[in-house]
């Protein structure tokens, strides 16, 4: 079913159409790319980070601030310095001697229990542990079937040991 447009003339409607479509051809033809291949624009303010640089000149200002503080306050202390040997300027302790008493009889107390732990006798003795171990060996000689050895004084195997396991693999 072909249900076209309704047209008075057929003729005259197919030269319009025919005419549209030589336009929309000749339009296509000459059709441009809407695609710029130039490179984008670029803009200053996103170059630079005047808020980064900013805060930075901020930081250094106030380092510098900072070091003329000190600077002064140890010009200060260089010219008030007293020469006579205290570099302790401030009001003597009340309670000075006091507390030399108590470091005092600290360090006799602590003397005293040094020499207690020194003068102690040992709980523990090796010679009881060393028998106990060689009685210990001599009955697992005994009673095992092989010669066995508890301290293996080398970390590579004893080559009758290499031996035995290469010929207990399995034939490939």
Not at 64 to 78: A, G, V
Request: aromatic residues 4%.
């Amino acid at each position: 079913m072909d249900r076209s447009i309704p047209v008075s003339n057929k003729l005259i409607s197919k030269k319009i159409h025919d005419r549209n479509m030589q336009i929309h051809q000749a339009k296509l033809q000459n059709m441009k790319s809407s695609i710029s291949r130039q490179a984008p624009q670029t803009f200053t303010h996103l170059k630079s980070n005047k808020k980064k640089i900013q805060v930075h000149e901020d930081k250094l200002t106030e380092m510098e601030r900072q070091n003329r503080i000190l600077l002064d306050k140890l010009t200060h202390i260089m010219k008030h310095n007293n020469n006579d040997g205290n570099h302790n300027n401030g009001p003597k302790s009340l309670n000075r001697d006091l507390r030399k008493r108590e470091l005092v009889k600290i360090t006799i107390e602590n003397q005293a229990l040094l020499k207690r732990l020194q003068d102690k006798k040992a709980t523990y003795d090796r010679n009881m542990w060393e028998n106990d171990r060689k009685k210990h060996e001599l009955y697992l000689k005994n009673i095992c079937e092989y010669p066995f050895s508890l301290i293996n004084t080398s970390k590579t195997p004893a080559p009758n040991e290499v031996t035995t396991r290469i010929s207990s693999l399995p034939n490939s």
